[in-house]
């Protein structure tokens, strides 16, 4: 009877404690779990159009079929895409204000403007990062010039004029080596976002763009605009036929702008991981990879700290390359 008792004993304590740490195991995930209350925005720092502006287009509708979150797109361009996320940085920590931020606000235009309204790495948390793109060099169909040599053999004959979608782009820093590696004359023309710089490049305002694959390929493939070269280290399953610019001569040129979700510092970390959580979740399905491969973007998923390793290493790249350039803004 005494044995009988202990073992009923022994089991109500086992159960006790397995209950203890059942219920601990989901106060923590109840913990760790954020639930929006009201809408999400997720602010573009470019004007319809651009590639970033894509992206956070199918971000916002994904997470809203996926996780059943409420999410709208916020368009606020200008300034080499630093008002949307100044208004990030500036917004209230709670995780209902986020921006897809890319390469020049997040990586380089903290090296490239003299004064910025907020500090990148100070006042953003990352997120997650979406992926990473390719960009071309591209001219109109009727351009002259068929390959990048002879474009740039073009601009030491005569001034060329270059747009991008603002200072501190890869399409401008990229434009800006070519130019110092091979003296050529060339003009930068920067616009606030992919789209108004199309425009005037499908208009004969400027000479050539190195734009987002995302915002060119459809001109390519329609016969508007022809692609010379391609900033990957190989070339672009899109378009196969298109060069790199290290097999056009230009070693070392390989180039990738890179998207990525930001929020205001000092947001919860459960919030963060949520958001993580969910981006990862839309990021993984087919159809989003597809969708985004068939704009020269490739999805790469991570945690956090991942993605803050990741724009610590492209800072270090891209200042290198400001000052190689000596390339500025104001």
């Known amino acids: 009877m005494n044995d009988t008792r202990h073992h009923s004993f022994a089991r109500a304590r086992w159960l006790a404690c397995m209950l203890g740490l059942a219920l601990a195991a989901w106060q923590a995930h109840a913990a760790d779990a954020w639930v929006p209350e009201r809408t999400i925005h997720l602010v573009s720092p470019s004007p319809p159009g651009g590639g970033t502006d894509a992206v956070c287009r199918l971000l916002a509708a994904k997470l809203g079929e996926q996780a059943g979150w409420q999410v709208v797109v916020d368009t606020k361009p200008g300034a080499g895409n630093n008002i949307g996320l100044d208004f990030g940085a500036k917004s209230p920590p709670d995780g209902y204000t986020a921006v897809l ?61 270059y747009a991008s979608s603002g200072n ?54 329609s016969g508007k605009l022809r692609a010379l070269a391609v900033t990957s280290g190989t070339r672009d399953v899109s378009l196969p036929d298109v060069p790199t610019f290290v097999e056009s001569g230009f070693k070392g040129f390989e180039y990738y702008t890179l998207y990525g979700v930001v929020v205001p510092a000092k947001t919860p970390a459960h919030i963060v991981r949520t958001m993580n959580k969910e981006i990862n979740r839309v990021l993984d399905t087919a159809e989003v990879r597809a969708n985004l491969a068939a704009r020269g973007i490739y999805v790469r998923t991570g945690t956090p700290e991942s993605f803050d390793a990741f724009l610590n290493s492209e800072r270090k790249k891209w200042a290198a390359l400001v000052k190689a350039t000596g390339a500025t803004a104001e």
């Not at 020049?104 to 907020?118: E, P």
């Not at 890869?170 to 108004?196: C, F, I, Q, W």
């Open 101 to 161: 931020g890319e390469t020049s606000n997040l990586t380089v235009n903290q090296f490239l403007y003299k004064k910025l309204s907020f500090d990148p790495v100070k006042d953003l948390a990352p997120v997650a990062l979406v992926g990473t793109g390719v960009s071309v060099l591209v001219v109109r169909a009727d351009s002259p010039f068929d390959n990048l040599a002879s474009l740039l053999a073009g601009s030491k004959k005569k001034p060329l004029a």
């Open 168 to 221: 501190g782009t890869v399409g401008h820093l990229v434009s800006e080596n070519l130019r110092v590696t091979v003296g050529a004359d060339l003009l930068h023309v920067p616009y606030k976002g992919g789209g108004p710089a199309m425009a005037d490049m499908l208009g004969g305002q400027v000479d050539f763009y190195v734009s987002s694959l995302v915002s060119a390929l459809p001109l390519i493939k």
